[in-house]
């Protein structure tokens, strides 16, 4: 699987973004997707997943009740809507395939796309 992000860019505090990652293969609907992010500095960050049958969603709890993760398989196409940001939001995020679960850590991750930049001004 390929991944390519996209959406990212220049946002104020308490603004919204939606970023788009879109798989290139034809088992996309067997992945678990996640989306991680990582700001300067730091190691990359779990934010969270959404599950491949019943489409389960986790979250890490910095982002829940402001962050949603939604597919659409018909167009190998995972999202993360991203409401209420904050500057501490700010990073490099990365979408990421894996065939098992529950994927809460970046191992279970086969395949990585490159990342698209959020910047979340104060």
């Known amino acids: 699987e390929q991944l390519i992000e996209s959406g990212g860019g220049l946002v104020q505090a308490g603004g919204s973004l939606r970023l788009s990652c879109v798989a290139s293969?034809?088992?996309?609907?067997?992945?678990?997707m996640g989306w991680f992010r990582q700001a300067p500095g730091k190691e990359r960050a779990f934010v969270g997943y959404i599950g491949n049958g019943d489409e389960t969603t986790y979250y890490t709890d910095s982002v829940k009740g402001r962050f949603t993760i939604s597919r659409d398989n018909a167009k190998n196409t995972v999202y993360l809507q991203m409401n209420r940001l904050k500057p501490e939001d700010t990073a490099n995020y990365y979408c990421a395939a894996a065939l098992r679960g529950p994927p809460l850590t970046a191992s279970y991750y086969t395949y990585w796309g490159q990342g698209t930049q959020v910047t979340v001004s104060s």
């Open positions: 293969g034809r088992s996309f609907s067997r992945y678990y």
